[in-house]
């Protein structure tokens, strides 16, 4: 407990420190007379979607619903325009961002459509959502908590703390991003898979990679896994192909194929803005000169792509690898549930574009992590209790590093997904230690 609380001290002081290499004159470490300048020293305002439904941004939903409406007035209508993306630039007004999401996305906004709602109602019905689900998934994620172990008050009130304090969800709500359905059916699917309903839990994995399909590429080190259940995987691709299906009914074959092989291979290309915390972002704008300020999608940079592909390739056969390493089942099959989120993490981190949002997700990773060791204590040791900790504080802190590009400062603009790698390595290091207990 004291060892976290001061953990968070320190990451705000870092943020805070970060603001005032960046920008000296809107971010004084001290006023007159040696007070300390505690706006800068804040939290991001993101915090205030935890506890007012009024406070979000419209930009990212914004392309959502125009995909969802002019579909349903304009026959043959294209969803999807690279040329615009690739060439966007921030004279351009933000009402005329693009729609870079799955046609799954436009379909799932689609009932408000139908309703005749504006941007402005249909934007607030789905914030309200957006607060359901997240309230939703933290009854879910403290089930799958405490599975098989008994909810102590001081565990309950820590992961209340953590569970407010954890900025990816706070920005996912801020931004109203389909990244809080994401993690929602993905919360779902680890609960039904700890309670051996494996078919629900293939189809929430199905729903959750049809609005972001880098998740079908989890099914490929649980594949090699012979003692995973083949029942959740058999749904989850039956799931993938009927959504699939519908999709292709509700947007057509031309918009489908224009997603697959026009606009994401577009935005492999990504972004050097801040948020983006992947390899790839970090490498922008540590060897370009694109603006890190700026939501403009890079120029194409070969070797950048290339060396992201490569990683994202590392961390896939990473995880594939320690899928294979379970080579028991166990009676309560806690490492199937160690299994799907080793993939699931991995996958996250291996996307091309990594916002800081998506890794709202690892909040699952983290309550498996606890539940693993809280259930088999001969797993713990210093290291590792200390390797999760600063990885959580890494993950869930928020750092304010939008002012830092070049070598050698823009290397911070990443904590959050050094904090990620961290996390995904204390994981593999779990099934590594289970592998030798049953083996022992």
């Known amino acids: 407990m004291a060892a976290l609380l001061f953990g968070y001290m320190i990451c705000l002081a870092a943020s805070g420190i970060f603001r005032h290499i960046g920008n000296p004159k809107k971010y004084p470490l001290f006023y007159k007379s040696y007070i300390i300048a505690w706006h800068t020293f804040l939290p991001s305002p993101a915090f205030k979607a935890l506890i007012s439904l009024t406070t979000y941004n419209t930009g990212d939903f914004r392309p959502i619903y125009e995909a969802a409406f002019n579909n349903r007035r304009l026959p043959h209508y294209r969803m999807y325009d690279t040329e615009h993306l690739a060439h966007f630039r921030p004279s351009l007004a933000a009402h005329e961002s693009t729609f870079v999401y799955t046609p799954f996305a436009a379909l799932l906004v689609s009932p408000l459509v139908m309703l005749d709602m504006s941007l402005e109602e249909a934007a607030c019905t789905i914030n309200v959502v957006n607060h359901v689900f997240w309230i939703c998934a933290a009854i879910i994620l403290f089930l799958i908590l405490t599975h098989h172990q008994k909810p102590l008050f001081i565990i309950s009130f820590l992961?209340?703390?953590?569970?407010?304090?954890?900025?990816?969800?706070?920005?996912?709500?801020?931004?109203?991003?389909?990244?809080?359905?994401?993690?929602?059916?993905?919360v779902l699917s680890v609960f039904f898979l700890q309670r051996h309903k494996e078919v629900a839990a293939g189809l929430m994995m199905a729903l959750s990679a049809s609005i972001k399909p880098h998740l079908i590429l989890v099914l490929v080190p649980l594949f090699i896994n012979r003692y995973f259940p083949r029942r959740m995987l058999i749904s989850s691709v039956v799931g993938i192909i009927f959504t699939g299906l519908v999709s292709l009914f509700y947007a057509g074959i031309e918009n489908c194929l224009d997603y697959v092989f026009h606009m994401l291979p577009t935005l492999s290309r990504g972004y050097a803005f801040y948020p983006n915390k992947g390899i790839n972002g970090l490498l922008l704008r540590l060897f370009t000169d694109e603006d890190q300020t700026i939501c403009n999608l890079a120029q194409q940079v070969p070797w950048i792509m290339t060396i992201t592909s490569l990683f994202g390739l590392c961390l896939l056969v990473a995880a594939t690898f320690a899928c294979f390493l379970r080579t028991q089942q166990d009676k309560d099959d806690c490492n199937n549930v160690l299994c799907f989120t080793i993939a699931i993490t991995a996958i996250i981190l291996a996307s091309p574009v990594c916002w800081e949002h998506h890794l709202s997700i690892l909040a699952l990773s983290f309550c498996v992590a606890v539940n693993t060791v809280w259930r088999n204590p001969k797993l713990r040791t210093r290291f590792i209790d200390a390797f999760f900790l600063i990885s959580f504080l890494l993950v869930s802190c928020y750092f304010d590093t939008q002012y830092f590009s070049g070598f050698p400062m823009a290397l911070l603009s990443s904590l959050e997904y050094y904090g990620a790698i961290l996390l995904l390595g204390c994981l593999v290091d779990l099934m590594l230690k289970q592998k030798r207990e049953q083996a022992n």
Do not use: D, V, W
Not at 160 to 176: E, V
């Open 159 to 186: 992961f209340i703390l953590q569970y407010l304090s954890f900025y990816p969800l706070a920005k996912t709500l801020q931004l109203m991003q389909a990244t809080m359905i994401i993690f929602f059916c993905l």
